[in-house]
């Protein structure tokens, strides 16, 4: 059974590929057509439709067919001739076309390219072609690479490739272009060499050629009056000034030089040099200064002002700009030198001259004159400039300190070492400047005596001595003479440890210590019973004080008691009398020495005495032990210790208390009782006192209640008829209330309705105002604005006809009339002329839309005239 074959309709601009298997060729069909497919064909591509290449497109087309005479090459086996690996472009202008079979579209349809002003395309040759440029034929060698420049539409080759859109850069002022060569080529007059770099500053739009790489922008600098710029050379070259510059070489560009500078490809900017100024009130010291183009390393400048510099590269401000010294009268500087040199001085001069004068009889006057001397200074030497003057240091100078007159007042002072000796001397009293070889030494102190001078002492607060417990404590300059306000009635010990002799001092007074000297620091006993070394002092109080302890003593029937007991003493001394006056130091601690020979007495007599004795008689016993008896068996008022004039001149007994527990009971016991006797008497009698009281004072409550009750009846009776009377007002009044209220509530309302309605009236009243003004202002401004407009349409069309005539008539000026009378004319003659040339007689040539005149039609046919 033979297969029935199908058909393809293919509408215009349709195009298929058929394959001949038996042939194995392929052809192609392109509608309008009704194809009817054989048994042994195939489709192998399509139906597709048809390429068309809009305007300013093109496509590329790969293995495209041989055409010739518009029509493809078909070889012997009636196949189309393809011109295998090769492109061919195909662009607008072109109908609709199918692609042959072989034939491939390679990227679609693509629009032209177009360059923009300042802009280019770098091309390249991919093979050895010509082609004609401003008629001309130019060779391309593969590889050649050039520049198609915009504006313009690029109309691609396919010898040709696109590598790159290249952009022009806009030079802006003060800045460049850092070019490199990609390989030697000649720009201009000069020969570029392959990776040479360089710098355009032309000002404006610059596109880079076809064998310069742009690296980037260069940024100019402004150079000002107050900025140099410090650049550095990489490489050797010769800059804009003309200078040759090596590698590594550095220098300055200032305003002098340029304004504004752009730094070349072979410099390199390390930073920007602010301008030093110097008032005529400082100076700096420069390291390494440039001096006559040459630097000189390790060398220092003294530049004072005023003037204005720029550091060069490698000089330094050694510690800044500085402020002159300006020294007053009581101010130096110690200086000392570092390097030999020359220094002028000035010294003074005193000349004595005879005045004649009247007024002061011929006295002798001083006369100061100030001579310049030349001084060769040393190293190490030092010496002092001393106020008033402005003082610059030269290099040659090292300021050590500056040094200010010390003033002090007559109870203040100064230690003062001589450098050259190693003296310590004293300054009291006076304003004193210290000299080049002199410094002020720090007298050092125990940790102790610091503590004791350095605090305000209250005398009422310790007993024996001025003590730190309560003191506040002050701060200490050590170069400071040390001073010690001795309290009054008091006295210190200074020893010499140089001359090694001891001076007292008693207050009031002042005490300063000299370099050699310190204080003799009293170590007291203090406490109940008292303990050694409890208290540190330097002022001895003299006199007459206190002192309380507590000692344990046994009776000779061995009850054992702690006695409280209070001492009262002074010192008694002849303070002209030297040896007098150190007596009172040779015991350092004398409460505790003086503690423990009245307690040594008190148990000693107490060893011997009952207690019961010693319980109704102890005070006169312990008098009798401590003071002693003279000869006429008195007890002495004083007890004197020789060894330091120490003189206690009472004993008093504070506290007796048993320390044995059966013995303190008994005590308690016979106490107490006498004071239960004693108690119970006196709360007796408080007991009767107070029952009388409170019967006086039942008698006097039931008398003021009764007198109460009478008050408070005859004042509920007034009550009660108050609240009668009230009762009957309130009846009346409310009756009369409610009356009155319903007569004014019926007036009120009908008031209000009155009211209502005229403030009704009145509301409509207004409405009606209201809406005539409103229509009335509507319409007058409708009119108004409707007049303002016909007013300004007749002006309009008035100025514009005026405007329309004197144009016609500026024109007809301007034309004249000879000229406007050869334009009528022109045309009938040209016609006539037209006709006379065409030597055509018999013939009325109108254009359809101007009237003939017939009636004179036949007369110029005719010839007549």
């Not at 087309?61 to 196949?79: H, L, R, S, Y």
């Not at 007369?859 to 007549?864: H, S, T, V």
């Amino acid at each position: 059974m033979q297969n029935l074959n199908s058909s393809l309709s293919l509408k215009t601009h349709q195009y298929i590929h058929i394959l001949d298997e038996d042939t194995n060729l392929t052809h192609l069909v392109v509608g309008p057509y009704t194809y009817t497919k054989k048994q042994n064909e195939q489709i192998v591509d399509g139906p597709k439709e048809m390429l068309l290449i809009p305007p300013r497109h093109y496509c590329i087309i790969e293995n495209p067919v041989i055409m010739k005479d518009g029509e493809p090459v078909i070889d012997t086996f009636g196949q189309a001739k393809l011109r295998y690996g090769q492109l061919e472009i195909r662009r607008e202008g072109t109908e609709h076309f199918p692609l042959y079979p072989g034939e491939k579209l390679k990227g679609g349809i693509t629009p032209l390219q177009i360059v923009q002003p300042d802009q280019a395309l770098r091309l390249k040759a991919t093979h050895d072609f010509q082609e004609e440029i401003d008629g001309k034929m130019v060779q391309r060698i593969t590889g050649t690479e050039w520049y198609f420049l915009g504006p313009g539409t690029y109309i691609p080759n396919v010898n040709v490739e696109v590598t790159e859109t290249v952009k022009a850069n806009f030079i802006e002022p003060n800045t460049g272009l850092k070019i490199i060569a990609r390989r030697t080529f000649k720009d201009g007059d000069i020969i570029r060499k392959g990776g040479e770099t360089w710098l355009e500053t032309t000002e404006g739009v610059y596109l880079p050629k076809v064998d310069e790489h742009v690296l980037g922008v260069v940024k100019g600098y402004v150079i000002t009056d107050k900025k140099a710029l410090h650049l550095r050379a990489t490489n050797i070259f010769t800059d804009r000034f003309g200078t040759k510059r090596n590698a590594g070489d550095e220098w300055l560009v200032n305003k002098e030089q340029t304004e504004y500078y752009i730094p070349g490809v072979y410099e390199e900017v390390i930073r920007e040099v602010p301008l030093v100024v110097l008032t005529d009130s400082q100076f700096c010291i420069v390291l390494n200064p440039v001096v006559d183009g040459k630097q000189q390393f390790g060398n220092k400048q003294l530049r004072k002002g005023p003037m204005t510099f720029f550091l060069n590269p490698g000089e330094q401000l050694e510690k800044g700009i500085q402020n002159v010294y300006v020294l007053g009268k009581n101010e130096a500087l110690l200086l000392t030198c570092v390097e030999s040199f020359k220094d002028e001085i000035f010294v003074e001069e005193h000349d004595n001259e005879n005045d004649n004068n009247e007024n002061d009889n011929n006295e002798k006057k001083k006369k100061q004159k100030q001579k310049k001397k030349v001084v060769t200074r040393t190293p190490g030497e030092k010496w002092m400039v001393k106020g008033p003057v402005r003082y610059i240091p030269p290099v040659e100078v090292k300021i050590i300190e500056k040094r200010v007159s010390i003033p002090l007042h007559k109870d203040e002072g100064i230690y003062v070492r001589d450098l050259h000796t190693g003296k310590i001397r004293t300054v009291i009293g006076e304003t004193y400047m210290l000299n080049p070889h002199e410094e002020l030494w720090k007298k050092e102190l125990s940790e102790i005596v610091e503590k004791l001078i350095n605090i305000d002492v209250d005398p009422t607060v310790t007993r024996g001595g001025s003590g730190i417990d309560k003191a506040q404590k002050i701060g200490r300059d050590k170069t400071r003479v040390v001073s010690f306000r001795v309290p009054q009635n008091s006295a210190v010990q200074i020893y010499d440890y140089k001359k090694k002799t001891a001076r007292v001092q008693f207050g009031p007074d002042l005490v300063m210590l000299g370099p050699d000297e310190d204080f003799t620091v009293l170590s007291l006993s203090a406490g109940k019973p008292k303990q050694a070394h409890q208290i540190k002092a330097i002022a001895l109080l003299l006199g007459p004080d206190f002192t309380s302890d507590i000692i344990i003593v046994e009776t000779s029937d061995h009850a054992r008691l702690k006695l409280q007991l209070r001492y009262n003493w002074y010192f008694e001394v002849n303070k002209d009398i030297k040896e007098e006056a150190t007596k009172i130091f040779q015991v350092p601690d004398f409460i505790g020495d003086m503690c423990k020979a009245v307690s040594s007495r008190v148990r000693g007599r107490v060893a011997a005495t009952p207690f019961d004795e010693f319980h109704q008689r102890s005070s006169e016993m312990i008098r009798e032990a401590v003071f002693g008896l003279d000869s006429e068996k008195k007890v002495r008022e004083r007890l004197e210790f020789k060894a330091n004039n120490l003189i206690v001149t009472d004993i008093d007994i504070q506290t007796v208390e048993p320390i044995d527990a059966e013995t303190k009971s008994s005590l308690q016991k016979s106490v107490q009782l006498a004071i239960s006797i004693t108690t119970q008497s006196q709360e007796a009698d408080a007991r009767h006192e107070a029952l009388k009281k409170a019967t006086e004072a039942q008698g006097r409550l039931d008398e003021q209640k009764l007198e109460d009750e009478i008050e408070a009846e005859k004042t509920r009776k007034g009550l009660i008829g108050l609240q009668a009377e009230c009762s009957a007002i309130e009846t009346t009044g409310t009756a009369k209330a409610e009356a009155t209220a319903k007569s004014e509530a019926g007036l009120i309302q009908g008031q209000s309705k009155v009211d209502q309605t005229n403030l009704r009236t009145k509301a409509e009243e207004i409405e009606a105002k209201i809406d005539l003004e409103y229509y009335t202002q509507k319409y007058q401004v409708e009119f108004e604005h409707q007049k303002e407009m016909n007013t300004l349409e007749v002006e309009l069309v008035t100025q514009m006809s005026k405007i329309e005539a004197d144009k016609f008539k500026d024109i007809v000026t301007t034309i004249g009339a000879d000229t406007l009378e050869s334009m009528a004319h022109s045309g009938p003659e040209v016609q006539a002329n037209l006709l006379e040339g065409m030597n055509l007689n018999g013939y009325l040539i109108t254009d359809g839309q101007n009237p003939i005149d017939l009636f004179k039609t036949a007369q110029g046919f005719l010839g007549e005239k």
